[in-house]
């Protein structure tokens, strides 16, 4: 299944709200509950100022996930870009999260001369993890008590692809 991948506007913010306010969404990222369009609205026309860039996934029409690459603005940490990716409950499982993130890295790598691309990813995500390995990213190590879910200190695992690693690799 191909997806449209497409930059974000501000006319996506209803449909973000929709997605980020699902459970599955809500346990595996760290986005708050009950995100209000007026909230999506803003950080849409705010990524410029503060290094995002957002690409949505759309089917038939309807966006069904979202990647936003997070550029740094400290000299020394550039060649640094990191990422949050959702899809939306209804529709995954169907390669819109591969397709965003092999999206995601081509324009890390070919666009924005990245020569890291990491992440941060709870420990009890397996599914994203075990597709984070099959992209070739690579475990770094385990972030003790990192991030807040459910009430609870989860640990967080932080895992990169290097620039050389992605230009190495044979097409799939």
């Known amino acids: 299944m191909s997806v449209n991948i497409r930059a974000v506007t501000r006319e996506d913010a209803a449909r973000l ?5 699902q459970p599955a969404t809500q346990q595996n990222t760290l986005q708050l509950p009950c995100p209000s369009v007026e ?13 995002h860039i ?4 759309e089917l038939d ?6 990647i936003t690459l997070f550029t740094q603005k400290v000299v020394r940490l550039r060649h640094v870009v990191s990422f949050g990716i959702t899809v939306d409950s209804h529709y995954t499982r169907r390669g819109i999260a591969r397709q965003l993130i092999d999206f ?14 990491e992440l941060s ?3 009890d995500n397996q599914a994203a993890i075990a597709l984070y ?4 990213f690579v475990v770094e190590g385990t972030q003790r008590q990192a991030a807040l879910k459910n009430g609870r ?18 097409p799939t």
């Open 54 to 57: 957002g690409f949505v996934a």
């Open 61 to 66: 029409g309807l966006v069904v996930g979202n």
């Open 153 to 170: 200190y989860q640990d967080t695992i932080m895992m990169s692809k290097l620039a050389s690693e992605y230009f190495c690799e044979v």
């Open 121 to 123: 990813v709870f420990t």
């Open 39 to 51: 909230l999506w609205e803003q950080k849409i026309i705010n990524y410029p100022n503060v290094g």
């Open 133 to 136: 390995q099959h992209l070739g």
């Open 17 to 21: 709200a929709e997605i980020y306010s």
């Open 104 to 117: 995601g890295l081509d324009y890390a790598f070919n666009w924005l001369a990245a020569q890291r691309v």
